[in-house]
């Protein structure tokens, strides 16, 4: 099926730094959205994105957060600065639709994020 | 609390056996899809519905916008079915809410 691919798989920091969370969606979609799944616990909504814009965020998507997909590129999630409880694995997806005609998302292996 | 509630939490099935997982929904769900997360974390796509039912091999999945729960049933179940079951629903116009997912093992 249509793969989503997530860079890097592991990341640790040093609570305080900024880290970039880099997702390469599927090539024809057009919204895409960032997850966060505590170990062993479901898997939480962040923000969806389409046109260069944050459609909709949930309360997880903390000030210290933010997305863009630069010309076309990798579609990001910015932390800045982490804190402890942002350690996570953050999953991207993307679909080909999206507002009130959503299609099917499609995720990637995920980024084990730990902020020490 | 949560909106999408999944049951059971966790399971134990023997090797050729069969069982339903359910989703319920405290929402208007008008979209519904179905995951395997594999041990190595992982999501599969298993469904993508509107109201009705899919089928595919050994799995089939039905849901009831109406009554706002799904199901994934699993006939014959193999080894490599084990791992965390979650459905997603979305509501028109916001976005999509996981279930608290199954945890299946199939055992020899």
């Known amino acids: 099926g249509p793969k989503v691919l997530q860079i890097p798989s592991h990341q640790i920091i040093d609570m305080g730094q900024m880290v970039t969370l880099n997702c390469d969606p599927v090539?024809?979609?057009?919204?895409f959205y960032w997850y966060k799944q505590i170990l062993g616990q479901q898997m939480e909504f962040l923000v969806n994105?389409?046109?260069?814009?944050?459609?909709?965020k949930s309360k997880l998507f903390k000030d210290q957060f933010s997305v863009e997909r630069p010309d076309g590129s990798y579609f990001t999630l910015k932390i800045q600065p982490t804190a402890l409880e942002d350690s996570a694995v953050y999953f991207c997806?993307?679909?080909?639709?999206?507002?009130?005609?959503?299609?099917?998302?499609?995720f990637g292996p995920g980024t084990r994020l730990t902020v020490l | 609390g949560d909106k999408v509630k999944q049951s059971p939490s966790a399971l134990s099935l023997q090797e050729g056996t069969n069982s339903a997982l359910r989703c319920n929904f405290s929402?208007?769900?008008?979209?519904v899809q179905w995951f395997l997360q594999n041990p190595r974390g992982s999501l599969i796509n298993l469904f993508y519905?509107?109201?009705g039912t899919k089928e595919n091999g050994r799995l089939k999945s039905t849901f009831n916008s109406k009554e706002s729960y799904s199901t994934l049933h699993i006939r014959d179940a193999q080894l490599e079915d084990s791992g965390t079951y979650f459905c997603?629903?979305?509501?028109?116009?916001?976005?999509?809410?996981f279930g608290t997912g199954t945890k299946l093992q199939v055992v020899p």
């Open positions: 090539s024809n979609h057009l919204y």
């Open positions: 997806a993307s679909s080909s639709t999206g507002g009130f005609n959503y299609a099917e998302q499609f």
């Open positions: 994105f389409y046109n260069g814009k944050v459609m909709e």
């Open positions: 997603a629903a979305e509501e028109s116009g916001t976005y999509q809410r």
């Open positions: 929402i208007a769900a008008t979209t």
């Open positions: 519905l509107v109201p």
